[in-house]
C-alpha cells in the first residue's frame, strides 16, 4: 500500500470544467446518435462517467479491457484485449474513451482492431495526453489536457492499483515510484 500524500496537478474543479467544454464540442459534432462511447479498462472508468454526463447526444455505453505484457510504467510494445465489446459497432459512430495517450501503442492496436469491425467513424477522446513520450503517431481529437512527463494518478490513473479514485490528478513524489 503506497503512503505518501501525492501533490495536486489538476484539481477536480479544473478537471469537472474541461470535461464539461469536451462534453459539448463533441455533442456539437455529433448530433445524431446513438453515440458509442468505448472505455478502455480500468483509468477510463471515471472519465467516462463524467463525459457520458456532459455529452447530451444520445449513446451507448461499452467497455473494453487492454493489456499491455511486460509493462511497468511504460508500454512494452505487446497488447492484447482482455475483455472484448459485447455489441456490434458496425455502421456506428465510436468514441474511445481513454484516461491518458503515452507511448500510443495501446490505440494504434485498438485502432485497428475496432477499425476492422466497419464503424461509419472512428475516433479518440483522453483527458490527458503525455505527447512527449509517443512511440506511435496516433491521431486524438479530443483532449483533455496535455501534460508534461510526469507520473500522474487518480481520477481513474493508478500507480500498482492505488489512487484511482482520488478526485484529483496528482504527481506521485520521486520516492514512492519504483523505477
Ligand atoms: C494506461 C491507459 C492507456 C494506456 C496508455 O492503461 O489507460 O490504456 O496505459 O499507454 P500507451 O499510450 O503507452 O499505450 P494501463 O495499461 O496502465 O491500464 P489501466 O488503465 O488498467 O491502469
Not at 113 to 139: C, F, H, M, N, Y
Request: glycine share 8%; hydrophobic share 40%; with cysteine.
Amino acid at each position: 500500500m503506497a503512503s505518501s500524500p501525492p501533490r495536486v496537478f489538476l484539481s477536480e474543479q479544473q478537471i469537472q470544467q474541461r470535461i464539461e467544454e469536451m462534453g459539448r464540442q463533441i455533442s456539437q459534432d455529433y448530433p445524431q446518435g446513438p453515440l458509442y462511447l468505448i472505455a478502455i479498462l480500468k483509468g477510463a472508468f471515471m472519465f467516462l462517467a463524467d463525459l457520458a454526463r456532459a455529452i447530451r447526444t444520445p449513446t451507448r455505453i461499452e467497455f473494453m479491457g487492454i493489456s499491455s505484457y511486460g509493462k511497468g510504467k511504460t508500454s512494452s510494445g505487446e497488447v492484447r484485449v482482455t475483455k472484448d465489446l459485447d455489441v456490434s459497432i458496425e455502421g456506428n459512430n465510436v468514441l474511445i474513451v481513454e484516461d491518458i495517450v503515452d507511448s500510443g501503442v495501446t490505440l494504434t492496436y485498438l485502432l485497428n482492431v475496432l477499425g476492422q469491425r466497419k464503424p461509419k467513424s472512428i475516433r479518440i477522446a483522453t483527458l490527458l495526453d503525455k505527447p512527449e513520450r509517443r512511440l506511435r503517431p496516433v491521431e486524438v481529437s479530443y483532449v483533455g489536457f496535455q501534460i508534461p512527463d510526469e507520473f500522474v494518478v487518480g481520477f481513474g490513473l493508478d500507480y500498482a492499483e492505488d489512487y484511482r479514485n482520488l478526485r484529483d490528478i496528482c504527481v506521485l513524489e520521486e520516492s514512492v515510484v519504483q523505477p
